[in-house]
């Protein structure tokens, strides 16, 4: 590809990104939804102004790593601590029945292989925390009871839904179930989590020194990302997706991390905080990149849309999506109006839903069809919950918020 000619094409993909980005913002959706429509518009589906290409699957790589450690960055690790039995028993609820039902929806119903059933089973396992916190905030629910609940579990959900997409990407590439290789997985996450801590402790210590004898503009980013760099190319190196070192570079360098058994080692605020004050411009913008990416290669052309197949599956799929993160809260002792808050608030997706779909479309594991329905239950289950929330909380639950 020429390089001018590769300069328009992502020039086209931010722009698109930032202008969809901001309609569906001020139209109250999600601003990633925007930039999975920009993909949809500008590629092969409708325009085909940019088709998907290496060049753009490397930056879009870059944007889930990036993405990954953002989330790892913003982890609560106290909160993790202190989340509780309720949040504990929503996590690992809203993880396990949407992994059982989705797999039972896709294995028993449609007959699909055991590893694309795991993955169907694995991506409507997800919880986005960020539209989550962001409806919370919106109906001022965010400090009562319900909220914090809802958000000790969110962060759990964070951690078991990057595990399992580690797990799902040695199946992909194996294209086999194998105990060995969840269990070298599993190891490598375990010695990471006993490491990172006195690892971020000495790592802020020097970041900080340098910044502070530097003469140059920059070092903490300049530093950070090849901090990142360095996790994802050890993630590689020992089995794992690369994507799983960039949580781990965020999740070591967040504001307080732990380890088991209630030991922990608090790393710098001010250092924590300048470390994403400055990050956040790179992340913002390789990020989007990834959503477009996406969006450019849904191929929705090539999708039989008078196939009941696509809809069955798509309207099947949602309703265990839902259902599985619903189920949860009754196992609490909570009134009624409670327990369905609690489980409105967990059923959003977002970006690691989409993460997911992905992997499993370019590993081969989801045909374009599957590829393109599993993208239909992410949008609705983006879209849908926070409009859902708000309405229940104005008209059966304002007295949670009070």
Known sequence: MEV????????????A??????????????SVIGELLAGVVIGPSILGWVEPDEILKL?????????????????????????????????????IFPMLLGFIAAFWFFDLSL???????????????????????????????????????????????????????????????????????????????????????????????????SVTPGVIPTTIV??????????????APELLGGFAAGLALSRRFFIPFGLSINTDKTCAKCIEEQMKPIIQLFTPIFFVYIGLSLSLREVDWSS????????LVFITAVLGKMIGPFFLKESIVSKLAIGM?????????????????????LNNEIHA?????????????PLVMKWYHANYASHLCD
């Open 4 to 15: 001018h000619f590769f300069f328009l094409q992502l020039l086209t993909v931010l722009l």
């Open 17 to 30: 990104a930032r202008i969809f980005a901001e309609i569906a913002a001020n139209l109250g959706a999600p």
């Open 59 to 95: 930056l879009a790589e870059i944007g889930i790593i990036l993405l990954l450690f953002e989330v790892g960055l913003k982890t609560d690790g106290k909160r993790l601590l202190h989340s509780g039995v309720k949040s504990t028993v929503i996590a690992l609820s809203g993880f």
């Open 115 to 213: 590893i694309v059933s795991l993955f169907i089973g694995g991506t409507i396992t997800a919880t986005s925390i960020g539209i989550t916190v962001r409806v919370l905030q919106d109906i001022k629910c965010l400090q009562t009871h319900e909220g914090q609940v809802v958000l000790g579990a969110a962060v759990l959900d964070d951690i078991f839904g990057v595990v399992l997409l580690a797990i799902l990407f040695e199946f992909s590439m194996s294209g086999e179930v194998s105990l060995f290789k969840i269990g070298r997985i599993l190891l490598f996450i375990g010695v990471f989590f006993a490491v990172a801590p006195i690892a971020a402790k000495f790592i802020s210590i020097y970041i900080q020194r340098l910044e502070s004898k």
């Open 226 to 239: 090849s901090l990142v760099l360095f996790f994802s190319w050890i993630s590689h190196t020992l089995g």
């Open 308 to 315: 009941a197949f696509i809809w069955g599956f798509s309207l």
């Open 345 to 365: 608030a967990m059923v959003p997706r977002g970006e690691i839903g989409l993460i997911f779909t992905e992997l499993g479309r370019i590993s081969g594991i």
């Open 373 to 385: 329905g599993m993208v239909i239950v992410i949008v609705l289950t983006t879209l849908l919950p």
